[in-house]
């Protein structure tokens, strides 16, 4: 019975948390990138993700909350990317510090650790380059390993080997950047729940705003983004048992500035807002995530 | 005594050298089409394989012309292949090689002046300037917003001049050969 009451609350809890994550690898803010060169091939990767969830939404529509529940979450992944054979193929790793409090009239709790940890390789299929342009599709697979503590309160992991196959195109020309994504993340049982499979879809419009005309290798250069990143969820099942306040669909707006400083580092700060979110039964809503980041280059 | 031989034959050496180089030597400079070369931050690798390139001395990458420009040291051997091979390792797409040419060789060539009509700040002047140095032939372009005027040399005697204006027509300005 603990076993079933500490899954619900991993359930209602996490179910945004780990798609958030599984969103954020791309050298386009939120969306990823099929162009596996520079600073999106061999640098460091890390962002925190602040995600502030207090409305509760019923059927689509908020509610009252007479609990006065409130999560706030940080979550710090380190990626770490290495591109093979001649930049088409890549392998990498993601390791997330977890903090989170939960809130609520009758409880409150904290968990802080390492996360769940993600492997990952992207192999690029398609390559066409012209003058001052470039058209890119890459197919990518991960695995999620159990690595974080599902034991505690908040949970800090699924407690399950999970798996993502993704597929990504991205097109520069000049200024401009689209990037479009879709992800399928597959999840298994952790031994009583089973997390709802979730499909992800990212789209997102990069534009160079300075300088108007790039010169000479290495300028700094200030990018900015604007993104709509989604995710539907299935309802998760605990011992088979459907759980009805699990699982939905969000969908945010994501403006975002990225400023490039030379050769080997950026900086880049990211703004979700929910256009569309429409959680299963009673749940929690995200207001809104803001994410502030580097990428190094180290290799 | 013997100090004085030692340090003259030192200078007799040097100064030999000295005369080789300039008789036999000379930097060679190659401008290579990069495409794909679109995210400037992409260009880290390109630049560290192209810079590993033995002979290599110096190397500019004009994002905005999709163009890497590499010096060679004097007398360093070129290998076109090599070069092509780099560029693919850093995950880019070679296009066409050039060598370009000397200042004593851009002396040789066609003076053309051309009078363009519709520039109005400095920005029009560069947009001319870019259009007229990306054909083959034209080297030391120089546009003069207020007198309305572009001259530059052109090192292909041969070369269609109508392209020259072509060239200027389509950024939206209105261009005419001068008379030689």
Redesign the interface.
Known sequence: MKRIISSVAVSFLFSCIFLNNAQAQGPSINTDTPIMLGLQGRGLRTFTKFVHKTTLLQAGSEINDDMNRQANVRITPVIIPYTLFNERFQVGVIVPFMDIDFDSRTQQTASRGIGDFRLFTKYLLYQRDRKLETFRIAAKAAVKLPSGNENKSPALGSGSTDYAFSTVAGWIKNRIGLYLEGIYNLNTSNGSTNFGDSFVYNFAFGYRLLPAIYETYPSPQLNGFLEINGATTGRNRINGQIIENSGGTIVFLSPGLQFVGGRKWLLEASLQYPLIQQPNGTQLATDWTISLGTRILIF | MKHTIFFKSILASLAFLLAAGALFGGQKQLSV?I?????????????KKLKSIEGVEKL?????D?LAILTYKDGAAIDENLITKKI??????A?EIKTIATKEEKMDGDKIGLSIKGMSCESCV?RVKDALTKIDCVHDVDVDLQREKATFVCTDTKFDKTKFVKAIDDLGFEAALEEE
């Open positions: 089409r495409d794909g070369l679109s995210c400037p931050f992409c260009a880290f690798g390109l630049e500019e990458i004009k994002v905005n999709g693919k390792e850093a995950g880019f797409t296009g560069k």
